[in-house]
């Protein structure tokens, strides 16, 4: 399976999961001077699948506090 993944206003991140999963490290666009903005909203367009194929989002807390 094979795509693109975006948050908007950033640009997109290819993704290819070839034989097995695929875990896609979001960087959130800002610095400390201008601060971090939350992720709200996520894009994935799929542009290559086979028959069958499905995929699940989960979002992953880095344990990080902000």
């Known amino acids: 399976m094979q795509?693109?993944?975006r948050i908007p206003g950033a640009p997109?991140?290819?993704?290819?999961?070839?034989?097995g999963l695929a875990?896609?490290?979001l960087i959130n666009?800002?610095?400390e001077a201008n601060g971090y903005?939350?992720?709200?909203a996520l894009e994935i367009v799929i542009?290559?699948?086979m028959p069958g194929?499905?995929?699940q989002v989960f979002a992953v807390d880095d344990g990080k506090e902000k």
């Open 3 to 5: 795509g693109l993944i």
């Open 12 to 19: 997109a991140s290819n993704f290819d999961t070839g034989k």
């Open 23 to 25: 875990v896609i490290d």
């Open 29 to 31: 666009v800002g610095d």
């Open 37 to 40: 903005a939350e992720i709200v």
């Open 47 to 49: 542009t290559q699948a």
């Open 53 to 55: 194929q499905y995929y």
